[in-house]
């Protein structure tokens, strides 16, 4: 009887900031899968992990990042704006593909992401969010704000009280697109005193508290009526499973190109 042979195309992964909270899920899904193999992750210096091992690599600090790159189809980086900043500028210039998990990154940074990316000729995807609801949210955002001329926006967010950043990344995302749509040039953080009649602005209100993993509501209110759009993560399961689908997508790309979840999800 002839013989068939199917040949699985491995592609090798770096996660940086593989002990946080998202990190280490994809670290998992990745050691699970068929067609991903983990080759390195890296973890903050100072926080007690390096040189443990994490499912079946060595964990290496900043300064080990450029060795386990060596090999690496695709690096990860989950870590924190200011190590992102860091670190993720460089990537394109080792030949590896970048995804781009971490909020709240300088635009400096993102530019120089961009533009490395374009002289190496790698490929980058850069998102605030892997989830795909989430990504549908933001789309389902834009076209109320487009269609809802003159109605008051207001966006809510809350997470777990261990969270870095204020707004979040996706709220922040949230906020740029209902801008672009609406036309809205404001943009105001909290309120507190005689602040009077608000203007043609956009309320962003941030909550922290217990281990809330995320949620997200766009509020729309005029002429004696309220849209609420909201967003809950139940659990990280689902932005890791959508980080791991855009290392997937953007693995055997170099079109020297940044791209966004969008394009994954083909909802552009």
């Given at each position: 009887?002839?013989?068939?042979?199917?040949?699985?195309?491995?592609?090798?992964?770096?996660?940086?900031?593989?002990?946080?909270?998202?990190?280490?899920?994809?670290?998992?899904?990745?050691?699970?899968?068929?067609?991903?193999?983990?080759?390195?992750?890296?973890?903050?210096?100072?926080?007690?992990?390096?040189?443990?091992?994490?499912?079946?690599?060595?964990?290496?600090?900043?300064?080990?990042?450029?060795e386990t790159l060596r090999d690496a189809d695709v690096y990860v980086d989950l870590t924190t704006p200011?190590?992102?900043?860091?670190?993720?500028?460089?990537?394109?210039?080792?030949?590896?593909?970048?995804?781009?998990?971490?909020?709240?990154?300088?635009?400096?940074?993102?530019?120089?992401?961009?533009?490395?990316?374009?002289?190496?000729?790698?490929?980058?995807?850069?998102?605030?969010?892997?989830?795909?609801?989430?990504?549908?949210?933001?789309?389902?955002?834009?076209?109320?704000?487009?269609?809802?001329?003159?109605?008051?926006?207001?966006?809510?967010?809350?997470?777990?009280?261990?969270?870095?950043?204020?707004?979040?990344?996706?709220?922040?995302?949230?906020?740029?697109?209902?801008?672009?749509?609406?036309?809205?040039?404001?943009?105001?953080?909290?309120?507190?005193?005689?602040?009077?009649?608000?203007?043609?602005?956009?309320?962003?209100?941030?909550?922290?508290?217990?281990?809330?993993?995320g949620d997200h509501t766009v509020l729309f209110a005029k002429n004696s009526e309220v849209i609420e759009?909201?967003?809950?993560?139940?659990?990280?399961?689902?932005?890791?499973?959508?980080?791991?689908?855009?290392?997937?997508?953007?693995?055997?790309?170099?079109?020297?190109?940044?791209?966004?979840?969008?394009?994954?999800?083909?909802?552009?």
């Amino acid at each position: 009887p002839r013989r068939t042979w199917t040949v699985i195309l491995m592609t090798d992964v770096v996660v940086g900031g593989a002990t946080g909270r998202l990190g280490s899920i994809v670290c998992r899904l990745i050691s699970e899968s068929d067609d991903l193999r983990l080759v390195g992750a890296t973890v903050s210096a100072g926080g007690g992990n390096v040189g443990k091992e994490m499912f079946g690599v060595r964990a290496v600090g900043p300064d080990g990042l450029a060795e386990t790159l060596r090999d690496a189809d695709v690096y990860v980086d989950l870590t924190t704006p200011d190590a992102a900043a860091r670190t993720a500028a460089g990537i394109p210039e080792t030949g590896t593909n970048l995804v781009l998990g971490t909020t709240s990154v300088p635009g400096e940074a993102l530019n120089l992401i961009a533009s490395n990316t374009k002289r190496y000729g790698t490929s980058s995807l850069v998102t605030a969010n892997f989830s795909m609801g989430v990504n549908v949210f933001w789309k389902a955002c834009e076209m109320l704000a487009g269609r809802l001329p003159g109605y008051d926006m207001e966006v809510i967010e809350v997470h777990h009280r261990e969270k870095k950043d204020a707004p979040s990344g996706t709220a922040a995302e949230a906020v740029r697109r209902l801008r672009a749509a609406s036309g809205a040039t404001d943009t105001v953080f909290g309120r507190e005193g005689a602040t009077g009649p608000r203007g043609r602005e956009i309320g962003v209100h941030s909550i922290r508290a217990g281990d809330i993993v995320g949620d997200h509501t766009v509020l729309f209110a005029k002429n004696s009526e309220v849209i609420e759009l909201t967003h809950r993560a139940g659990s990280r399961e689902a932005l890791a499973l959508g980080c791991i689908g855009s290392i997937r997508w953007i693995s055997g790309k170099k079109d020297g190109r940044v791209h966004s979840m969008d394009e994954v999800l083909e909802i552009c």
